[in-house]
Structures are given as structure tokens and as C-alpha cells.
């Protein structure tokens, strides 16, 4: 069975400032899907990026990028120039590429805190 | 707005009632899942419907007894349940064919549910 760790229950930045959450995962597949969520108070799942294991190049959607070191089995996710937006719970999740298998599995999550 | 809409988005239940949660995903896909987030515990999967078939259970006690009547709606019927099983139950949807999984997984709002 796949597993996600996310060892940072919490994190703050400076606003402006860029911040990195960390992610490492277990499994013995080698196609895979990883994905960062963002959960704001309103507790509504929001896709922050997404990355294919069978890509080299890392994800990026704006000011999100990831650092994706597939041998390590990590998953980093970096912000840059923070905003207050952004302070959320940020989940690490991992789905595989087999049909029949297709749920998420969830970190236990990271909440970021942005300092004004 | 993610297309998928769960309703009522609070619910306070007593222990020997019996009530339902509705979801409804307007993106056109094929799978549809419940999710459960308790304080302080990873989100878990419940359930998963693949072209109306359930094709997963996460060892769910009885007293939660899924529905899904279309690939668009999915129910969560609920009945004599514990105060413990208070938490946000999230609905969500992606779309999965038998050629491999891996698309991204929506969320919707969640419904709030509160056992007394």
C-alpha cells in the first residue's frame, strides 16, 4: 500500500517571502500521479498542481512549482512570493496510474501560516 | 466553483435519525467518491463508484450506506450513527476509464456534519 508523509504540521513565511512544504511518499509503482491541494478555511479541496511520475520536468502553475525527485520519492512544494491568499492547509496526495486503484491517498497535511 | 455541489452543507443529526447527503457533479465524469476528514487524522476514503458500480469500500460501518443512482449524483445515507463519526464528509469526482486513472480529482465544499 502506498503511504504519504508530510513531517511539517506547520509552517509560517513572510509575506512576499518564498516557502517550501515537503513531501515523501512510499511505493513500488513506478507510473504514478502526485498532486498538491490547498485547503483554505472554507475547507474546499483545491488542486494547487499536478505531476505525472513518468515526467521529468516538474510541475509548475504560476507562482507554484514543485520539486519532484522521483528516486527519492519526494514531492516538494515551493511558493514563491507568498500572499495572504495562500495561508491554507496544503495536502500531499499520491494516486496510481492502475485502473481499479484510483483513489488519492492523503498526507496528514501541513498548514501554512503567512506572517503580513 | 469546482462542478461539484454537496448538499446540505451542515447537518446536526441526532444518534437515532436517519438522513442523507447529496452530491451532484456537473463535469461530466465517470467516478465519484466520499471522503471523511476527522480533526487531526488524514482524509480517508469511504467509497468509490466507477460508471455507477461501487467499485471500492474502505472497511465503512453499515450505518453509512452509499447510493449511486447515475454517474452524476451520489448519495450517503446515513442511520444510528456516533457522535465520533461527526466530521466534514467530502464528496468529489474525476474521470477514470479502463485506460488508466491518474486524472485529477475535484472536490466539492464538503457537508459539515455534527452527531449529538
Known amino acids: 500500500a502506498q503511504t504519504v508523509t508530510q513531517s511539517q504540521p506547520e509552517m509560517s513565511v513572510q509575506e512576499a517571502e518564498t516557502v517550501t512544504l515537503s513531501c515523501t511518499y512510499d511505493?513500488?509503482?513506478?507510473?504514478?500521479?502526485l498532486f498538491w491541494y490547498k485547503q483554505p478555511p472554507s475547507r474546499q479541496m483545491i488542486l494547487v498542481i499536478r505531476?505525472?511520475?513518468?515526467?521529468?520536468q516538474n510541475a509548475t502553475e504560476n507562482r507554484f512549482s514543485v520539486n519532484f525527485q522521483k528516486a527519492a520519492k519526494s514531492f516538494s512544494l515551493k511558493i514563491s512570493d507568498s500572499q495572504l491568499g495562500d495561508a491554507a492547509m496544503y495536502f500531499c496526495?499520491?494516486?496510481?496510474?492502475?485502473?481499479?486503484?484510483?483513489?488519492?491517498?492523503f498526507g496528514t497535511g501541513t498548514r501554512l501560516t503567512i506572517i503580513p | 466553483e469546482t462542478g461539484v455541489t454537496q448538499t446540505p452543507r451542515h447537518l446536526v443529526m441526532g444518534m437515532t435519525n436517519k438522513k442523507s447527503l447529496k452530491c451532484e457533479q456537473h463535469?461530466?465524469?465517470?467516478?465519484m467518491y466520499w471522503y471523511k476528514q476527522s480533526a487531526k487524522k488524514p482524509l480517508e476514503l469511504m467509497f468509490v463508484?466507477?460508471?455507477?458500480?461501487?467499485?471500492e469500500n474502505n472497511s465503512v460501518p453499515s450505518r453509512f450506506s452509499p447510493e449511486c443512482p447515475n454517474s452524476s449524483h451520489l448519495f450517503l445515507h446515513l442511520h444510528t450513527l456516533q457522535p465520533e463519526d461527526s466530521a466534514l464528509y467530502l464528496c468529489?469526482?474525476?474521470?477514470?476509464?479502463?485506460?488508466?486513472?491518474?486524472?485529477?480529482?475535484?472536490f466539492g465544499e464538503g457537508s459539515w456534519l455534527t452527531v449529538v
Open positions: 496526495a499520491y494516486r496510481s496510474s492502475n485502473f481499479g486503484n484510483e483513489k488519492l491517498t
Open positions: 468529489a469526482s474525476s474521470q477514470d476509464s479502463n485506460k488508466g486513472a491518474g486524472n485529477t480529482i475535484y
Open positions: 463535469l461530466g465524469h465517470n467516478a
Open positions: 511505493t513500488s509503482e513506478s507510473d504514478y500521479y
Open positions: 463508484y466507477n460508471f455507477k458500480e461501487q467499485t
Open positions: 505531476q505525472e511520475a513518468y515526467k521529468q
